[in-house]
């Protein structure tokens, strides 16, 4: 009986895996299974970005006062560090350099993250400062995405 279910464990399992990694063509727009992967993360990633958002938008029960500063932190949060940024040819123009031009190059883009996290920083402390205490402990419990708070790639029981 043991062997029954092992072996019935064992082809699920291999089936799984093997359905893990089909594309299928509509999706995949030509692209490598990679990058058409990291399209759909990204899509996904901002589904849900908008969800947080509106979530965490009508638990704080903003006033009208409010509006301004939840405005200024929603379009902080939005952009990522490099908007627009087409990763296939930036690994092309990485080919093409030399060692110590990426260094420099990695280096001016580490300056731009540090740069939007600043502004990102600058825009959550104005509204924050906009919340009452209530509100704050609400912020402070769900304003930040779950993978700051501890719970990415969790397995929950």
Known sequence: MKRVVLAGL???GGIL?????????DKADDKPRCEAGRMQQ???WEAKRTAHLAALKAKLKLTAAQEPAWNTFAEAS???PHPGMDRRAMREEFEKLSTPERLDRMQAMADV???????????IK??????TPEQQKVF???GLPTVYRGHH????S
């Open 17 to 25: 895996a093997a359905s893990a990694y089909a594309v299928s063509a």
């Open 153 to 156: 790639h969790r397995h929950q």
């Open 113 to 123: 993250r540090r740069a939007r996290m600043a502004e990102r920083a600058a825009a």
């Open 42 to 44: 990204g899509e996904g």
């Open 78 to 80: 939005r952009t990522g």
């Open 126 to 131: 104005a509204f924050y400062a906009q919340l």
């Open 10 to 12: 064992i082809a699920g």
């Open 140 to 142: 402070d419990a769900e």
